[in-house]
């Protein structure tokens, strides 16, 4: 090979060399770029994914503060951050207000911008209403709905914007007394005679099943339960007498749970593990002048009745009455007008406290009473001359239809703080309500549209309560009693039950309306006594006399000021004929500020790109 060729050969190998050198360098920059691409747009993803979950994190934070608002009988309030002409939400000044404002929350190393906007249909100036549609677990029930829309932003710590999100949800509110029997706590039935209910039953708790031997226990109303169900007693008694559903008996399984399985019998009318229910507390009975415990059962009544306790030099019975408004201020010409009634008519006073004169064996204690005469009363408010108000400012009348009719809330104040707290403190203190048979005043005229008495304290009935006729000034009216406890006195108790002797001879009494109290806890040995024994008896009953019921049970939890345990009262049982009140299915004939539980629903969730 000559040195002319043997150049060419080296020159071509160069060339070669360099456009191999020249294909693998643009072979590696593109893996490069494809992986630092790869790379890029992974954590793009990545970013993309956590800043999408801080977003729904954010959504689900606010859901839960619309929850915890209905919860205390309130709703949202307030406005919305402006998106008019492009402006943008929770930038600088524009953050809305009250409910509905701008709130921002640090979610995975992220900020998360979050407001709502209020969608609901309103008619007239009230959310829209109806009734659960089939299928539902609460088919069939009343309910006013509102609707909101929230949303949600999700930004990096730069402040780039990773994921927008909005979620729009009703707000179901579900009148408690349109169920037979309804606990917050766990339910109990063990009725030592036959027992029937014929509506909805549910507990937040678990329900224990049960009827002494040889007796029969029958619901006919579709019966949910948070926790287990049992068939015994949760006192530790074992399975007893017979328990059906629509006729179909359900069948002992010790004390372990009836399982799912053991359910299907029962066509989905018994379920176990259910949405646990979000209601008022207990506390929300109690006066609340500041507006803490968001109490609509204070706020909202249409007269507040005080018992202050003072020196006996200033009054005999050692409490002064007066009507207070909502801010706790004194209505001055209301609490005229309630003491010239009551002068006018010593015989047969309005309203009047009588200091430990009434004793009750289960508290072991004698009880300071507010001893109202509910037809006394309703004439003293309806003469009153304009000096009790309605919440407009406008002269109440017994007639009014606010809120379904008359709310009257009864408080003692002792200057002991525990008195209306929300926590466990025993007091001697009650309200009794008497000539309560028809309701209204004494006369019939104007017709009552509803009554609802309230006290965070025990109360009782003395006799037939709202047993009135169909139509006209004698018809049954929608009626509540809300309480620490309910105590029944039947119609032979004209006078005081005293400590000593033998228990007063009971009489067939009849009361019709919703009950909402506490209630006493069973823990081993110590059973609080059922559903059975709910409303507390203080006489000699037996089966020949009956206690006629029709109305629903409310639980909200164990009382709080009345602790006297199941086991001491002293009374026997009657005949009880307890029924649910099927005007209740009708939201017209709910009684005034009949509570709710808060049922959400989501309708939406979107992300906008």
């Given at each position: 090979?000559?040195?002319?060729?043997?150049?060419?050969?080296?020159?071509?190998?160069?060339?070669?060399?360099?456009?191999?050198?020249?294909?693998?360098?643009?072979?590696?920059?593109?893996?490069?770029?494809?992986?630092?691409?790869?790379?890029?747009?992974?954590?793009?993803?990545?970013?993309?994914?956590?800043?999408?979950?801080?977003?729904?994190?954010?959504?689900?934070?606010?859901?839960?503060?619309?929850?915890?608002?209905?919860?205390?009988?309130?709703?949202?309030?307030?406005?919305?951050?402006?998106?008019?002409?492009?402006?943008?939400?929770?930038?600088?000044?524009?953050?809305?207000?009250?409910?509905?404002?701008?709130?921002?929350?640090?979610?995975?190393?992220?900020?998360?911008?979050?407001?709502?906007?209020?969608?609901?249909?309103?008619?007239?100036?009230?959310?829209?209403?109806?009734?659960?549609?089939?299928?539902?677990?609460?088919?069939?029930?009343?309910?006013?709905?509102?609707?909101?829309?929230?949303?949600?932003?999700?930004?990096?710590?730069?402040?780039?914007?990773?994921?927008?999100?909005?979620?729009?949800?009703?707000?179901?509110?579900?009148?408690?007394?349109?169920?037979?029997?309804?606990?917050?706590?766990?339910?109990?039935?063990?009725?030592?005679?036959?027992?029937?209910?014929?509506?909805?039953?549910?507990?937040?708790?678990?329900?224990?099943?049960?009827?002494?031997?040889?007796?029969?226990?029958?619901?006919?109303?579709?019966?949910?339960?948070?926790?287990?169900?049992?068939?015994?007693?949760?006192?530790?008694?074992?399975?007893?007498?017979?328990?059906?559903?629509?006729?179909?008996?359900?069948?002992?399984?010790?004390?372990?749970?009836?399982?799912?399985?053991?359910?299907?019998?029962?066509?989905?009318?018994?379920?176990?593990?259910?949405?646990?229910?979000?209601?008022?507390?207990?506390?929300?009975?109690?006066?609340?002048?500041?507006?803490?415990?968001?109490?609509?059962?204070?706020?909202?009544?249409?007269?507040?009745?005080?018992?202050?306790?003072?020196?006996?030099?200033?009054?005999?019975?050692?409490?002064?009455?007066?009507?207070?408004?909502?801010?706790?201020?004194?209505?001055?010409?209301?609490?005229?007008?309630?003491?010239?009634?009551?002068?006018?008519?010593?015989?047969?006073?309005?309203v009047v406290v009588r200091p430990r004169t009434?004793?009750?064996?289960?508290?072991?204690?004698?009880?300071?009473?507010?001893?109202?005469?509910?037809?006394?009363?309703?004439?003293?408010?309806?003469?009153?001359?304009?000096?009790?108000?309605?919440?407009?400012?406008?002269?109440?009348?017994?007639?009014?239809?606010?809120?379904?009719?008359?709310?009257?809330?009864?408080?003692?104040?002792?200057?002991?703080?525990?008195?209306?707290?929300?926590?466990?403190?025993?007091?001697?203190?009650?309200?009794?309500?008497?000539?309560?048979?028809?309701?209204?005043?004494?006369?019939?005229?104007?017709?009552?549209?509803?009554?609802?008495?309230?006290?965070?304290?025990?109360?009782?009935?003395?006799?037939?309560?709202?047993?009135?006729?169909?139509?006209?000034?004698?018809?049954?009216?929608?009626?509540?009693?809300?309480?620490?406890?309910?105590?029944?006195?039947?119609?032979?108790?004209?006078?005081?039950?005293?400590?000593?002797?033998?228990?007063?001879?009971?009489?067939?009494?009849?009361?019709?309306?919703?009950?909402?109290?506490?209630?006493?806890?069973?823990?081993?040995?110590?059973?609080?006594?059922?559903?059975?024994?709910?409303?507390?008896?203080?006489?000699?009953?037996?089966?020949?006399?009956?206690?006629?019921?029709?109305?629903?049970?409310?639980?909200?939890?164990?009382?709080?000021?009345?602790?006297?345990?199941?086991?001491?009262a002293r009374y026997s049982a009657p005949k009880?004929?307890?029924?649910?009140?099927?005007?209740?299915?009708?939201?017209?004939?709910?009684?005034?500020?009949?509570?709710?539980?808060?049922?959400?629903?989501?309708?939406?969730?979107?992300?906008?790109?």
């Amino acid at each position: 090979m000559n040195t002319q060729t043997s150049i060419r050969t080296q020159g071509l190998a160069l060339v070669t060399a360099l456009i191999f050198m020249v294909v693998m360098l643009a072979v590696l920059t593109a893996y490069l770029t494809m992986t630092t691409t790869e790379l890029k747009t992974n954590n793009i993803s990545q970013n993309g994914v956590e800043g999408f979950y801080a977003a729904e994190g954010g959504l689900n934070m606010r859901a839960e503060q619309v929850r915890n608002i209905f919860k205390g009988y309130l709703r949202p309030v307030g406005t919305a951050p402006s998106t008019a002409g492009g402006a943008l939400p929770c930038v600088g000044t524009n953050v809305g207000s009250g409910d509905m404002r701008c709130i921002a929350y640090t979610l995975n190393g992220r900020t998360v911008n979050t407001y709502m906007v209020d969608v609901t249909n309103y008619i007239s100036g009230n959310p829209e209403s109806g009734t659960v549609g089939p299928g539902d677990i609460y088919a069939g029930l009343n309910y006013a709905q509102y609707a909101y829309t929230v949303k949600s932003e999700a930004l990096s710590s730069t402040g780039k914007r990773e994921a927008v999100l909005e979620m729009k949800f009703q707000s179901r509110l579900v009148p408690l007394f349109q169920f037979a029997a309804f606990y917050d706590d766990d339910l109990e039935f063990h009725p030592g005679e036959d027992m029937s209910l014929n509506g909805r039953v549910h507990t937040n708790g678990s329900l224990y099943l049960n009827a002494e031997s040889g007796r029969t226990l029958s619901v006919t109303g579709k019966t949910t339960a948070a926790n287990q169900i049992g068939r015994y007693g949760k006192d530790g008694r074992g399975c007893s007498g017979i328990v059906t559903f629509y006729t179909i008996p359900m069948a002992c399984n010790g004390t372990s749970e009836i399982t799912t399985a053991q359910l299907i019998p029962f066509n989905k009318n018994v379920l176990s593990h259910q949405q646990k229910l979000t209601v008022p507390l207990m506390s929300s009975l109690a006066p609340d002048p500041t507006g803490a415990n968001n109490s609509e059962l204070w706020s909202r009544a249409d007269v507040r009745i005080v018992a202050t306790a003072v020196a006996v030099t200033v009054n005999p019975t050692g409490f002064v009455l007066s009507v207070v408004n909502a801010d706790d201020s004194p209505n001055t010409a209301a609490t005229a007008a309630l003491q010239t009634y009551n002068s006018a008519n010593p015989l047969n006073p309005a309203v009047v406290v009588r200091p430990r004169t009434f004793w009750d064996n289960r508290e072991g204690k004698l009880m300071t009473l507010i001893d109202v005469n509910q037809q006394r009363l309703m004439d003293a408010i309806e003469s009153g001359a304009g000096a009790f108000k309605d919440s407009s400012g406008n002269t109440l009348h017994v007639n009014d239809t606010t809120g379904g009719g008359l709310a009257i809330h009864f408080s003692f104040r002792d200057g002991n703080p525990a008195t209306n707290g929300s926590t466990l403190y025993a007091t001697n203190y009650g309200v009794r309500i008497r000539n309560a048979a028809r309701l209204g005043t004494t006369n019939g005229l104007p017709q009552l549209k509803g009554l609802t008495i309230i006290t965070n304290q025990s109360l009782y009935t003395q006799g037939d309560y709202n047993t009135g006729g169909s139509s006209g000034a004698t018809a049954k009216r929608p009626a509540a009693l809300i309480a620490d406890a309910i105590n029944i006195l039947s119609n032979a108790a004209t006078g005081e039950i005293v400590q000593s002797g033998s228990t007063p001879e009971a009489s067939p009494t009849t009361v019709n309306a919703a009950f909402l109290s506490g209630i006493d806890e069973t823990k081993s040995g110590a059973y609080n006594g059922g559903l059975q024994n709910y409303p507390r008896l203080h006489e000699t009953w037996g089966s020949s006399r009956t206690f006629t019921y029709k109305g629903s049970f409310v639980s909200l939890g164990n009382s709080l000021h009345v602790q006297g345990k199941q086991g001491s009262a002293r009374y026997s049982a009657p005949k009880r004929d307890f029924s649910y009140d099927t005007d209740f299915n009708d939201a017209n004939n709910l009684p005034p500020l009949t509570p709710r539980f808060v049922y959400l629903r989501q309708l939406l969730f979107a992300r906008s790109w």
